[in-house]
């Protein structure tokens, strides 16, 4: 089974594929961290201030191929990120989607106007934003809008957390997988 976690960015991916680790003791891969290591080592021309399209063109391909892998192996995985494109499920035979878990985090307007300062104060729980003064409100709110209607328009179901976080999420680690 691959879990494949997406979502607007500060939505709790990354938590949520802690937690998922921890419970069901699959191993989990960042595509923050393929990108990461890509662009440090130098293999690629890309950068940080590469926008999430360029970004999602070049990781997804990578990313696609390792869930293939892992599914042809029968091994579990979580593969958590944002740059997982809107039309995912066409890159996956039948075959191959049965084993997939797809998981997309969306936070509603009035839940960022709720909770804003929450989710800046827990930005960097997982993992350390060394700059996060890009994200304000409204940015999040466009990132999640863009997300939302994206995943919509392909057709998949996006979790929205509308009021209670800690219930959306518990109710992820409840379903099974």
């Not at 494949?4 to 960042?30: F, N, R």
């Not at 990781?59 to 390792?66: A, G, K, T």
């Not at 709110?141 to 998949?156: H, L, P, S």
């Not at 999420?169 to 409840?174: A, C, E, R, W």
Request: aromatic fraction near 10%; proline fraction near 2%; include cysteine.
């Amino acid at each position: 089974m691959v879990i494949l976690i997406t979502g607007a960015s500060h939505t709790g991916k990354t938590a949520l594929a802690q937690k998922m680790l921890e419970k069901y003791k699959y191993p989990y891969v960042s595509i923050d961290h393929i990108k990461m290591g890509l662009i440090r080592s130098g293999n690629t021309k890309l950068t940080t201030e590469d926008s999430d399209a360029v970004l999602t063109d070049y990781l997804w391909p990578i990313v696609r191929e390792m869930v293939k892998t892992a599914i042809e192996n029968r091994q579990n995985l979580i593969v958590e990120g944002c740059y997982v494109p809107f039309g995912w499920r066409q890159d996956f035979s039948k075959e191959y989607l049965e084993d997939i878990r797809f998981i997309c985090l969306a936070l509603t307007d009035d839940y960022i106007d709720a909770h804003f300062s929450d989710i800046k104060a827990h930005a960097s729980d997982i993992e350390s934003r060394i700059d996060d003064s890009y994200c304000t409100a409204i940015t999040l709110k466009a990132d999640n809008r863009q997300v939302i209607n994206g995943f919509k328009a392909a057709g998949e179901e996006v979790i929205l957390i509308e009021s209670d976080y800690e219930q959306a999420i518990n109710n992820l680690l409840t379903r099974r997988t």
